[in-house]
């Protein structure tokens, strides 16, 4: 389902942060990403969600190859993906309701099931009193709640998360940890990057390690 060939990036004339990478994820799997910070764990989801092109190399997402896709037909292609970025990118203008509800309006939900579906999503990560307050004017951890909400809410294909927990008490972090178990049961394929290693642990799947821009596979469960 995921395809990575020889793949490099620089950013502008700097060095390379991610050299030669292949691998292939397949539908329905769920990996763990980890790695020191600046390893390039951001920069490798970024590339999973097409949000930038590679400097070298060759990426295939859902069978189909992304070097020769325009900005639309990438868009198209992100509408399978949900992401949930370190930093949030909530939108400011929008209330919590209103961004969660966003991918459901771009693919035409009708209303009513949108208020539904996302009142029902954020009463569950306990944000049911916060729906209409907007992003400024919550805590780091209510904002990735809206931002995993946001990301789950299309049950996408593919689930990227870069380091979702990080802003999270141990008991809501598991509880949505919870959540992408249940998503990934369903046939969502999951990426998670974290520096948990209890969390790692627990759910014991397999782990893509980055190392000075180089990556590499783990076993199940290091013993
Ligand atoms: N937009 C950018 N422009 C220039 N350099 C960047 C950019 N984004 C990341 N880098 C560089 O790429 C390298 C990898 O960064 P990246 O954010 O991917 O690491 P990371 O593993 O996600 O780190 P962390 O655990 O701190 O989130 C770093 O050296 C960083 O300085
Ligand atoms: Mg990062």
């Known amino acids: 389902m995921i395809e990575f060939s020889h793949v ?14 292949s691998f292939k994820l397949d539908a329905g799997s769920y990996h763990f990403l980890s790695g020191a910070s ?33 900005r639309n037909q990438l868009a198209v292609l992100r509408q399978k993906i949900g992401v949930v970025f370190q930093d949030f990118r909530l939108l400011p203008n929008l ?7 966003l991918p ?15 009142s029902e999503l954020l009463s569950w990560v306990g944000l049911g009193d916060y729906m209409d307050m907007y992003p400024a004017t919550l805590s780091g951890g209510q904002q990735q709640r809206i931002a995993i909400a946001r990301a789950v809410i299309t049950r996408p294909r593919l689930l990227l998360a870069d380091e979702p927990t990080g802003n ?13 178990e249940q998503l990934n049961k369903m046939g969502t394929t999951i990426v998670v ?8 642990e627990h ?8 190392e000075k821009g180089h ?8 013993a």
């Open 8 to 21: 490099g990036l620089r950013y502008g004339g700097g060095p390379e942060v991610l050299s030669d990478i």
């Open 38 to 70: 600046g390893a390039g764990k951001s920069s490798l989801m970024s590339l999973l969600y097409c949000g930038r092109k590679p400097t070298r190399g060759n990426i295939s997402m859902f069978g189909q190859g992304i070097m020769e896709l325009n």
């Open 95 to 101: 209330t919590a309701f209103e961004n969660v509800a």
């Open 104 to 118: 459901l309006r771009i693919i035409g939900q009708p209303d009513r099931e949108i208020k539904q579906n996302v």
């Open 168 to 180: 999270l008490d141990d008991e809501i972090g598991f509880k949505l940890m919870l959540l992408f």
């Open 193 to 200: 990057a974290t520096h948990n290693i209890p969390m790692m």
């Open 203 to 210: 759910f014991g799947h397999q782990r893509l390690v980055l």
């Open 215 to 222: 990556l590499n596979m783990l076993g199940k469960k290091a």
